[in-house]
Each structure stands twice: as structure tokens, then as C-alpha cells.
């Protein structure tokens, strides 16, 4: 579809809640931009209604491209959830349009890990062993519901993530008998988050002697900040809190 300054509001930013739009900014005198155009076309097209193709003359609408800062065309940009998340600029081989259209797209392990259900997220890790969270998901519903044998296997290849790091370390420190963790523990378990922090971080204050502890304990704080997001108050607070406990 050809979209106008008046119309991308709802052409693009509105539509782009339901379902991706990739726009292409052109212009009638860009020969790349015609040789690109069939390109996006088709990889937008091998996608159905998943995808959708948005077209901006800049000629005609130049409040859009000094808006989104197109110096050079053809510009594309790909929209998700209101907002810009991916751009390219020139011309491109056609491998790299279909993989520009693909990364919009969810996978077969995507839509797996959205239903949430224990077979589905072991059937996503199948599909995709290094969906990170896929893993992450299933570790969750084993720790809640206290099945801790596999969660070491599951989440060893993402271990590099720190959600699945803070788990790792709530399954190592689980048989630890200091009161702290263990009120941490049950606190984190039952969603007691600012309990739970305030006691792993009088743990972490007491374990100087036992640096391995010290640092599973750490895992476990900043595994709990990620979950709760880097900007929530008891992240801020607590990580502070932390860090002058370990420097």
C-alpha cells in the first residue's frame, strides 16, 4: 500500500500493533529503489498476512522523511509494536531482503513458547536449541513446581544470559541451611520479591568466607532485577544495595 504524511499514523504505526509493516521510502527518480522494490515485494509476499508492505514517496511526503531521517534511499524500515525496531540502506541482494522480512516474522519455536505449556516449550527447544527463551520459559514452570533435576541441562546452554544464570545458582544454593537464603528462597518462590532481596542480600553480607556462595547469591539477585526490569524501584534500590555489600 502506498502510505501519505496524513495516513501513516494508521497505515503503519497502528497497524504495526497487529502485525509488522515493512516501509519502503522511495522516490520515482531512485533507480535502486526499482530494483528494490520487486524484491521487497516478493519476500514480503512469501509471508501472507503475517508481513505487510507500505510504500512512502519522499517527493510527495517530506514531513515522513525528515521525520525518520532518510539522507539516502532507498531506506527501508521495518515498524513492530509502534515503533521502528529495524533498518536497512541501498540496495540489497535478495538474500538479504527475504532475511530482513524473516527476522519480522515469529517462528514455529515463537508461537510454540507464546502458548507456555510444558510440551510446547519442550517441543520449541526441539526445533530450536538455542531458543533462549524457550529454555528460560521451561525452567520457570519446573522450579515453580519444585522439579529442579533437569533445569541444569536446560538452561547450561544459555547459562550466558543472566535470568537463566540467576536460576542455575537458585538450584545450587537450594540446600544452603543459613536462614537468610532460605527465607530468600521461599520469599522468591512466592513472589515476595522485596522480602526475598532484602534476605539474599543479608546472605551475601554474611557469606564473605565462602566466595562460591557469595556469588551464586549475587546470580540470584541480578537474575531477580532482570526479571523485574533494570528501571524498576527495587532493582535501583537493591542493586546499589548490592554492590556496596560486594565492594
Known amino acids: 500500500m502506498d502510505t501519505t504524511d496524513a ?3 494508521q497505515d503503519v504505526i497502528e497497524r504495526s500493533h497487529d502485525v509488522p ?3 519502503d521510502f522511495w522516490a520515482p527518480w531512485c533507480g535502486p529503489c526499482r530494483q528494490l522494490a520487486p524484491l521487497l515485494e516478493a519476500a514480503v509476499e512469501r509471508h501472507g498476512d503475517e508481513v505487510l508492505l507500505a510504500k ?3 517527493d510527495e511526503n ?5 521525520e525518520y ?5 532507498p531506506f527501508v524500515a521495518a515498524f513492530k509494536g509502534g515503533r521502528p525496531v529495524d533498518e536497512f540502506t541501498g540496495m540489497q541482494p535478495g538474500p538479504s531482503v527475504d532475511s530482513f522480512v524473516n527476522r519480522l516474522v515469529p517462528t514455529k519455536a515463537d508461537r510454540l513458547v507464546a502458548l507456555g505449556d510444558e510440551a510446547s516449550l519442550r517441543e520449541a527447544i526441539v526445533l530450536d536449541a538455542g531458543h533462549t527463551e524457550a529454555r528460560l520459559a521451561l525452567a520457570r514452570l519446573l522450579l515453580a513446581d519444585g522439579r529442579t533435576d533437569e533445569i541444569r541441562d536446560i538452561l547450561d ?8 544464570a540467576g536460576m542455575l545458582a ?3 544454593v537450594a540446600g544452603v541451611e543459613m536462614p537468610d537464603v532460605v527465607a530468600g528462597l521461599d520469599a522468591l518462590h512466592g513472589g515476595r520479591i522485596e522480602q526475598a532481596l532484602t534476605h539474599l542480600l543479608d546472605a551475601v553480607r554474611a557469606s564473605g568466607s565462602q566466595p562460591e556462595l557469595r556469588d551464586d547469591l549475587r546470580a540470584v539477585m541480578v537474575g531477580a532485577f532482570g526479571d523485574l526490569g533494570e528501571h524498576h524501584p527495587l532493582t535501583v534500590r537493591f542493586r546499589k544495595r548490592l554492590a556496596q555489600a560486594l565492594y
Do not use: C, E, G, Y
Open 69 to 73: 531521517r532518510v539522507q539516502s534511499i
Open 157 to 164: 546452554p544459555v547459562s550466558f544470559d543472566p535470568a537463566a
Open 62 to 66: 517530506p514531513a515522513l522523511a525528515r
Open 56 to 58: 512512502v514517496n519522499i
Open 170 to 172: 537458585r538450584v545450587r
Open 21 to 23: 509493516v515493512v516501509v
Open 7 to 9: 495516513t501513516f499514523q
